[in-house]
């Protein structure tokens, strides 16, 4: 449809004045006035003025976006000037209204910014919501967003579908009238599924409070209209053909308990057509994909393709569409509506029988008058057995008709193309049948017995439609629109006039268009629809005649046309567009004729429901399948939808135009009857592209929905309001200073306007607000941005002059400084002159010195030569004589020293001489003396002893060296002989070449010698070339393999990197895994922890519900019972448990298993402590697997080392009899001792016994019996001493006998002794041994040294040293082996400081790149953490201690029982001899006197308890004593109940208990006081049944007073569930009433309230800010308001005694309810998103945390809750325009899921011309950035969900015999035990 040219505004010449008189008073103040201006491609483009305007003018000169100038002509004539553009302030606001100039340019604009920039579908035009299909989906229809949505104000939040249905929820309920919302708009534009949201938040919202479930069922039905409704068109994938309009009805508490619909103008003729591109109805492809189904095989169905009704269209498929699964959810729906299967079989037969109608095969006969149908065709076998009609009859009359006169009947062949036309009106009629049938039956199952207060109807209807070809279904559609229009009109018109007089304004009359003369040119008296149900009666009547009677009958209308190239078309000029429609059709279409033989045979049918689908007094028209249910009750009288008419016998029902204006005038008196909203569903684009706005389009549906008429008739009047409120806040920097001091803000803002707007036509002062004309506001806008701009310049000039000033003192002292250094510079290069010219001076004199001197010197130094020489030559004439003299006594030296020598040389030849003779003659005597000795036998014996062998010995090697010797002479002389041939051959050879060389040389040998040097030559030189080469080679080998070696040491580098790396990584992903497994399993945890509260809560609702059914009568619940333990139980388990009592860190950690193996999972994860233990002690346990496979690894390199020098083996053998024999002596002492001490014991206790039985009981005798058992204890102690000694002693010496006899000598007994193992023990334990062992050894050796001496001294200290050597040796060992202990404990120590070292600096690393922010918020985490784990380790030494403690109570308790079993048998003793004396002691015993923390009551007196102490009682009365006293009194009652051993009793207090509780909240379900008492009691009540319950896990805590309180016979486990269930839903009714109270105080204290005044301004809001859902008077709240709120509640709480851990719990929900509900109404909230919002939001939360800190509830996580809000405020505040800046909101928004900070960012809005708009590419990059994130889908925040609660276990410190019941309670009938 092309685009026409607007008309709204041109008719009018008021405003074009108007805007003529705004265009010159613009164009006096700014130039660059901006404009639109008309464009073929775009419709509008914006433009600026580049030239003032002056009146005349013929052109404007213009500046495109693009900076094309382009000229403008005007028409004089009539002043049209362009349009003018709003402020870029009000572009994308909410509401069209709130646009200062309202006109078609500014409309589509503001459209398309919100469309294509910030992604927004919905915009309020007035009362009309703009819904821009988006062709996409979009999170935003999600139960959250229902929820933020219900009992908001329509312009408190975005423009959405549930914020119209909310408001007509509203006005139903407050106003008691009905609701319509009208949905209209193109096929494809989503007008079907804006109606199913509608329908969603009615059925959300107002829920049944029945069990009927009749919400569920309303929107069962629409799977199965859509199915038999909606079909493929090339305009929509699932467009509806069809108009219905739904009542859903509402009882007087505003809850849904019913509905019905109705439905228009069914598109019968798709049926049996459809063009190309598109589809037959849903339901006939669905069909075809499930019949491969078993139940489905009798339809004989195969797939779409097949059936010719199916495949006209071409692709009988739809992207992204499974026909078989929205089959089944058909089906579904169909069994939820209550239709049985046996009816839905008949449906889908009647369905299928249609596609087996349209395959049927007719065949022509030759005549081409007549033609048959195959008797075998299996299609029409298929649709008679389908529909159960007889065979040869349908063969019949399908080719045949009947024609009745008024004498006799004929039956009458028909053409093929007549039976065509008859099967295919078969088919539509069929399937009209068939919808009727489903609707009713619809409207059956949703219809209700009990009353209808009020409905609310949602009209989904067809828009305005006109095609290349329109036909009569368009004709009747646009037909409904120009109805619909003109109510429309009708109600804006009303709407505005009742607003101009509830604000007193002045009415003056507004021309709008009213479309009555179309209308009457189609249903008036001989209109169109009169004219055709004419021709429709002439038996010859043919569509060209009806076209003829239309030329002539209404040709003069203004409203109607005809074209000039056809005589059968005719032209109807509606409100929207003209529409050509072609006649072709109409009468057959408007006929609808269905021949009535055939219907005959269907009624005839053997099955019901197709014989009932074609009865008589059925109307078969869809228009009219309204039952009607429900109008009774309603306060709309609507008339009959089935007039009595009397059909004729032809045609089987009235004409389609009838049936069609009939329920067209029901539905317009429905809607006038009620409150009617729209919604405008605007097409963007022809091809479905997601996000792509084609302006031709959308202006075309704006004009044609009536919006751009709501925008004129708006337009003429007043169309910007303003709240003097409002205006005042926003414009008050126009106001001057005197008049800021008048108190009311009217009359300041009609005295700013008088002054600021000259013209009083311009504005109209109301009641409560200012209406101006169009355009005043963009004038106020431009005057408030002049004076900002003003103070601006004001501030930057007083800046920039400070700046200045600032820049002049800084140069001025900077020119100071330069002078003071200039000058200082100067001064010392005249001090450097002066002292250079001192120095010159200087210089000269000291020269002048210098030359004198050097000539003094040159003569002085030729004297001093003159007189060396002359004193030389005397001197050496003086040497050489005493030279001469001194050479002459060196000789006579010599020749003295030569006589001297000689002298002395005979003297010693003499004195040789002599001692030569003395010792021959010494030599002589001796050699005398050995001959004589020589000559005796003994002698001669001595010496030939063994000579003879040696003798023989040396002969035989004698004899052997002289062969040897006589062999190597011949081999000698042999070589001798031969190389004396030798040589003298070579002499021969040698004479003979000597003689041959003697003669002439021979020319050969020359040659030869020649050959062989030149040979020689070339060798040399390839020896030379090989020696280069190869040194060539080596040397780049040799470089090669440098290249290959630094290579190599490369790649080692990088393999031990890449070796580290991946260390690193595997460390990192072992942490990292762990982390993540920890997360996982406390997520799980919590999931598991809140889906069984979940479960609890939703008992707790089904509980409530089944009261309500019982109109709350008293409930007698059977409870879970309890079980009696055996009366031997303690005992046992003290027994068994007291050996197995350990202290190890295993036994906590199997304890911990333990225990959730016992309490389940449940309770064990409430205990998170257990669960950090365990961790830690698998990290401990890894640690001591490493420690002791070091060990492991050094004992066995130790033994490695001891191997190479081992003892024999028969010393390891003794070690080890040693061992086995100490180890049997141990066993046998031990066994000996046990006998002993057992038989000693039991004498002991008979002694004791008798003792006692002769003796009186005294106050003394338990000191006695303490006495004996202290002095027993000693004994034994004493005892297992000296044992241990003894036997260490025998084993010591039955290991010294075995050795002793074992040895063969002293080394292996020395060796056995180096190898001692007691010598492994400490020293201090082996004295004594070692020193028996060394006497024992030392007497055995004593007999061994006997021989040296006699008394063996020297072998007993010999064997004394060994021993000191052996103990000094062991203590070595023994010092060594603690040395390399305590080595490798540093070593252990060192690598844990080296981990814990690396780990901070790892902490330290990533603590650099945070913010300082973050820097401090990470340092306190970590300060947590750590302190966490040192309170982990305190809380473990704590429990070691209790583990001791509990062992050494429970052997008291043991000796106590000991003790009390020997009383007991002194008592019996006792009773036997003075029976009535002891009784009358019994009788005044201690006990008497002292309460035992017991109450005793009566069975009758239960129900008064239970009034007193639980229904009947107010928190306010218990003030003044213990808190949680009600749950302490019932503890005592059920105590005594418990000691007397009555389970009944027990039973049926706690039962009337629970249900008192129950029934208390149930009446206060509202009261915060009420249910935080109970929940303290509640609370106490479970933790006194766990604390006294005689659990070891509970009683830690307990003081030995309060173990004599714990029960002793029954075992409430399954009662303390009970209790906690109770607790539970205690706690959510808590957290619901403070959410209740809490949750109309967020938005107005967070958002709305000025916390910082004067920081953030109103904008225009149009509209909707006029709501009639809006509430009068001021009902915003401030943040003081919710910290009283809360203060409140932490009173009341702490005041009841209410668990410190619960309290932070409850905080930490509310403060998440805070931050869910506001993050909520921040993204669903365009005019909040602001700079100014995210500084006060900000400002608002420090004050919640620095609450939060006052009450010390800074651990319990509320804080925490917050961070998305947090991260809002600050990415409001942040900066948004760079790559950087992205950058920076992606790391710091972390909290927040990427759609949420998409949407923040779309939302933003700028409140003043200064700031900057978010660009779309910022957004685009900022979605860049944050794809790899996986985040959920969810925008907004759950607002009810609820953390799980974790109740602690806190036992009392109160004892129950402390605790006084006060006189108030009116209990005396409890008495004290």
């Known amino acids: 449809m092309a685009a026409s040219k607007p008309r709204a505004l041109g008719r009018n010449s008021t405003p074009v004045k108007r805007r003529l008189g705004h265009w010159s008073g613009c164009a006096k103040e700014e130039v660059h006035t901006r404009v639109w201006i008309p464009d073929p491609e775009e419709v509008w483009r914006a433009a600026e003025l580049t030239k003032d305007y002056k009146e005349g003018d013929k052109s404007l000169q213009l500046k495109l976006e693009d900076d094309t100038i382009q000229e403008y002509p005007i028409d004089v004539q009539n002043n049209l ?68 949505y219900s009992g908001q104000n329509m312009g408190d939040m975005d423009p959405h579908i549930f914020a119209v249905a909310e408001e007509a929820y509203k006005q139903m309920a407050r106003d008691e009238k009905n609701q319509s919302i009208i949905v209209s708009g193109e096929s494809g534009a989503g007008k079907t599924v804006s109606a199913k949201y509608a329908m969603r938040y009615f059925a959300t919202v107002g829920g049944s409070a029945s069990d009927t479930n009749i919400e569920e069922r309303v929107l069962a039905s629409s799977p199965i209209m859509e199915a038999i409704g909606n079909a493929k068109t090339t305009r929509n994938d699932n467009s509806s053909r069809f108009g219905k309009y739904i009542q859903i009805g509402f009882d007087r508490r505003y809850h849904i308990i019913g509905a019905n619909m109705r439905t228009y103008l069914l598109e019968k003729s798709r049926v049996v057509f459809q063009a190309d591109e598109e589809r037959n109805y849903h339901i006939f492809y669905q069909l075809c994909a499930a019949a491969s189904l078993p139940e489905f095989q009798e339809l004989a169905l195969t797939c779409a393709e097949d059936f010719f009704y199916t495949s006209q269209g071409g692709d009988t498929s739809i992207e992204g569409v499974d026909d078989a699964e929205d089959f089944e959810k058909t089906r579904q729906a169909f069994t939820l509506l209550g239709v049985r299967e046996s009816h839905q079989m008949s449906i889908f037969k009647i369905i299928a029988s249609i596609l087996h109608l349209g395959n049927v095969e007719i065949q022509a006969e030759r005549d081409g008058d007549s033609c048959s149908v195959s008797p075998q065709d299996e299609h029409l076998d298929s649709f008679c057995r389908l529909l159960g009609v007889e065979h040869s009859q349908m063969e019949h009359w399908l080719c045949h008709r009947k024609l009745v006169t008024t004498s006799e009947t004929y039956v009458k062949t028909m053409s093929l193309q007549q039976v065509i036309n008859a099967r295919n009106a078969l088919a539509k009629h069929i399937y009209a049948q068939l919808f009727g049938w489903i609707v009713e039956h619809v409207n059956k199952a949703l219809h209700t017995t009990l009353k209808q207060h009020s409905f609310i109807g949602v009209l989904d209807i067809y828009g305005f439609e006109t095609f290349e070809i329109n036909s009569f279904e368009q004709f009747c559609i646009n037909y409904a629109n120009e109805k619909l229009q003109q109510q429309f009109n009708s109600h804006v018109f009303k709407l505005e006039q009742e607003e101009y007089m509830r604000e007193q304004i002045p009415w003056t009359l507004i021309d709008f268009y009213d479309n009555q003369p179309c209308i009457d040119l189609i249903e008036a008296k001989l209109g169109i629809l009169d004219l055709l149900d004419e021709e429709c009666k002439v038996p010859k009547g043919t569509d060209q005649n009806w076209a003829q009677k239309l030329y002539d009958r209404h040709s003069s209308s203004q409203h109607f046309q005809k074209p000039r190239m056809s005589n059968t078309s005719f032209i109807v000029v509606h409100f929207a567009d003209k529409v050509e429609y072609h006649s072709d059709g109409f009468l057959e279409k408007n006929r609808d004729t269905v021949y009535e033989e055939q219907i005959n045979i269907l009624k005839a049918s053997k099955f019901p429901l197709v014989a009932d689908l074609f009865h008589d007094d059925k109307d078969p028209a869809p228009a009219t399948t309204t039952s009607g249910k429900g109008s009774s009750s309603s306060k709309i009288n609507i008339r009959s939808s089935r007039p009595p008419m009397k059909a004729s016998n032809k045609e089987h029902k009235r004409t389609v135009g009838h049936q069609f204006r009939t329920s067209l005038h029901l539905l317009m008196e429905t809607l006038n009857a009620t409150t009617p909203h729209y919604v405008r569903c605007i097409k963007p684009n022809d091809e479905k592209l997601p996000f792509h706005f084609d302006p031709k389009r959308a202006v075309q549906q704006l004009r044609a929905c009536g919006v751009l008429e709501t925008i004129r008739i708006s337009a003429a009047g007043y169309p910007s309001r303003w709240a003097y409120h409002d205006f005042f806040n926003r414009y008050r920097v126009l106001i001057r200073k005197q008049e800021l001091t008048i108190t009311d803000k009217k009359a300041v803002c009609k005295s700013v306007l008088e002054n600021l707007i000259k013209d009083p036509d311009k504005f109209q002062f109301g009641r409560t607000k200012i209406f101006f004309r169009a355009g005043q506001v963009a004038y106020l806008e431009k005057l408030r941005a002049d004076r900002f701009r003003a103070a601006t310049i004001m501030i930057q000039k007083t800046v920039r002059g400070w700046l200045q000033k600032v820049k002049y003192r800084r140069l001025k002292r900077a020119t100071l400084t330069l002078q003071r250094y200039c000058r200082g510079f100067l001064a010392r290069r005249l001090a450097h002159y002066l002292r250079q010219t001192w120095a010159a001076i200087v210089l000269q004199k000291q020269y002048r010195m210098l030359r004198a001197r050097r000539a003094y010197q040159r003569v002085r130094r030729a004297a001093v030569v003159l007189q060396a020489c002359t004193r030389g030559m005397f001197v050496r004439r003086i040497y050489h004589q005493v030279l001469l003299e001194h050479k002459a006594t060196i000789i006579q030296k010599h020749m003295r020293g030569w006589v001297t020598r ?295 390199q130790q033994d490695s080392k001891k191997a190479q020098v081992e003892p024999p083996q028969n010393d390891v053998d003794l070690d080890q009899d040693a061992d086995l024999a100490y180890n049997s002596l141990k066993r046998q002492e031990l066994e000996s001792e046990n006998k002993k001490l057992k038989n000693d014991l039991n004498e002991l206790r008979k002694a004791i016994a008798e003792q006692a039985v002769q003796n009186n009981s005294t106050p003394g005798s338990p000191d006695g019996y303490s006495l004996l058992l202290n002095q027993l204890r000693l004994t034994s102690e004493e005892l297992e001493v000296r044992k241990e000694e003894v036997l260490i002693l025998r084993t010591q010496i039955v290991s010294a006998d075995q050795r002793r006899l074992s040895g063969k000598s002293p080394e292996p007994n020395i060796n056995a002794r180096t190898s001692w193992p007691n010598s492994e023990r400490h020293v201090d334990q082996d004295d004594a041994i070692e020193a028996y062992h060394g006497v024992c050894q030392a007497n055995s050796r004593a007999e061994d040294w006997g021989g040296l001496d006699e008394d063996g001294e020297q072998g007993l200290a010999y064997w004394c040293l060994k021993q000191v050597a052996w103990l000094l040796e ?52 970590q300060e947590m953490s750590r302190l966490t784990n040192e309170n982990l380790d305190f809380k473990e030494m704590v429990e070691k201690l ?63 308890l239970i009034r007193n102490l639980v229904t009947e009682l107010k928190p ?82 307990n003081t030995a007073k309060q173990n004599e309180h714990c029960l002793r016979n029954f075992d409430l486990t399954e009662y303390r569930q009970v209790l906690s269930d109770l607790s539970i839903q205690i706690y959510q009714q808590l957290i619901k009433i403070a959410e209740g109270a809490l949750q109309p105080m967020i938005v107005s204290a967070m958002l709305e309230n000025e916390s910082i005044q004067g920081l953030s301004g109103v904008k225009p809001t149009g509209y909707r800010k006029r709501s009639s859902s809006t509430l009068d008077g001021d009902n915003t709240y401030c943040l003081e308001a919710v910290i009283r709120q809360m203060n409140a509640f932490h009173t009341v709480m702490c005041d009841q005694g209410l668990d410190p851990e619960i309290i932070q719990q409850v905080f930490k929900q509310l403060f998440y309810m805070v931050t869910a509900v506001a993050l909520n109404n921040l993204l669903l909230r365009k005019d909040i998103c602001s700079w100014s919002t995210g500084m006060q939001l900000r400002y608002n939360i420090s004050q919640l945390e620095e609450w939060l800190r006052g009450r010390n509830l800074h651990q ?79 925008l907004l925040l759950d607002a009810k969900h609820m953390f799980p609660v974790l109740f602690p276990f806190n036992p009392s410190s109160l004892t129950m015999d402390s605790i006084h019941i006060p006189a108030g309670l009116h209990l005396e009938f409890l008495n004290e035990v």
């Open 81 to 148: 000037l362009p349009f003018l553009r709003n402020p870029d302030i009000l572009v994308g606001e909410n509401d069209l209204t709130a646009l200062s100039y309202l006109h078609e340019p500014a409309v589509l604009h503001n459209l398309k910014v919100r469309f294509l920039e910030s992604n927004h579908i919905y915009t309020y035009c007035g009362i009309v919501l703009v819904a821009i299909n988006p062709y996409e989906q979009l999170p935003i229809y999600g139960q959250d967003v229902i929820y933020a």
């Open 902 to 1196: 000689r002298h002395f040389q005979r003297l010693r030849a003499a004195a040789v001489v002599l001692q030569c003779a003395f010792r021959s003659l010494q030599a002589r005597r001796e050699l005398k003396a050995l001959k004589m000795e020589a000559r005796s036998a003994e002698h001669l014996k001595r010496l030939n002893v063994g000579m003879e062998n040696k003798v023989v010995q040396l002969q035989r090697k004698i004899d052997d060296q002289n062969k040897e010797f006589k062999s190597l002479s011949e081999q000698l002389s042999a070589v001798t002989s031969t190389h004396t041939a030798e040589v003298e051959k070579l002499q021969k050879e040698l004479a003979r070449y000597q003689q041959s060389q003697g003669g002439a040389p021979s020319p050969g040998l020359q040659e030869e010698v020649v050959s062989l040097r030149t040979e020689l030559q070339k060798v040399h030189l390839e020896r030379k070339v090989l020696e280069d080469t190869h040194t060539r080679e080596k040397d780049e080998l040799r470089k090669r393999v440098a290249d290959l070696e630094q290579e190599n040491a490369l790649l080692k580098d990088e393999k031990e990197q890449l070796n580290n790396q991946i260390l690193s990584q595997s460390k990192d992903e072992f942490a990292q895994n762990s982390a993540k497994e920890n997360v996982l399993m406390k997520k799980d945890l919590e999931e598991e922890r809140s889906r069984y509260q979940n479960l609890v809560k939703e008992y707790s609702r089904l509980e409530q519900r089944y009261d309500n059914l019982r109109d709350e009568m008293t409930i007698i619940k059977q409870t879970p019972g309890h079980r009696r333990n055996p009366s031997n139980q303690s005992s046992l388990e003290s027994d068994s448990n007291y050996p197995s009592i350990s202290t190890s860190e295993i036994g906590d950690a199997e304890d911990a298993l333990q225990q959730v193996d016992e309490m389940g999972l449940e309770k064990a994860a409430m205990d998170m402590t257990v669960f950090l233990k365990l961790q830690k002690r698998v990290r401990e346990l890894e640690q001591e697997r490493r420690r002791l496979q070091a060990q492991l690894e050094k004992r066995e």
């Open 1370 to 1421: 062991a203590q070595l060992q023994a010092q060594s082996r603690e040395h390399e202990e305590e080595v490798g404990s540093l070593r252990g120590q060192v690598e844990a400081l080296k981990d814990e070292l690396d780990t901070q600096q790892q902490t330290f690393c990533q603590t650099l790149l945070l913010s300082p922010e973050a820097q401090v918020e990470f340092g306190v985490q």
């Open 1442 to 1504: 209790e583990k001791n403690e509990r062992k050494l109570k429970k052997q008291l308790k043991l000796y106590m029982k000991k003790v009390q079993d020997l009383e007991a048998a002194q008592a019996l003793a006792q009773s036997d001899r003075k029976h009535d004396e002891l009784t009358r002691q019994v009788t005044v015993q201690r006990k008497e006197k002292d309460f035992q923390g017991m109450l005793e009551f009566h069975k009758e007196d239960e129900p008064l």
């Open 1516 to 1597: 306010q009365s218990l003030s003044g004593t213990v808190p949680c006293l009600p749950a302490y009194i019932l503890y005592m009652c059920i105590r005594h109940a418990d000691y007397i051993n009555d389970d009944l009793k027990v039973h049926s207090l706690l039962t009337a208990t629970i249900n008192g509780i129950k029934k208390v909240l149930k009446k206060h379900h509202d009261d915060f006081e009420m249910t935080s008492f109970w929940l303290s009691n509640t609370c106490r009540l479970l933790q006194c049944l766990k604390q006294y319950s005689g659990d070891e896990g509970f009683m830690t805590q």
């Open 1756 to 1834: 319990s996580g509320a804080a925490q809750t917050m961070e998305p809000l947090i991260q809002a405020a600050q990415l409001l505040q942040l900066k948004k325009k760079t790559a950087e800046d992205a950058d920076a909101i992606c790391s710091l928004c972390t909290a927040l899921s990427t759609q949420q900070i998409v949407k923040i960012l779309n939302l933003y809005t700028p409140l003043n011309e200064f700031e900057e708009r978010v660009t779309v590419a910022f957004i685009r990059t900022i979605q860049a950035q944050l794809q790899k994130r996986n985040d959920p889908q969810q």
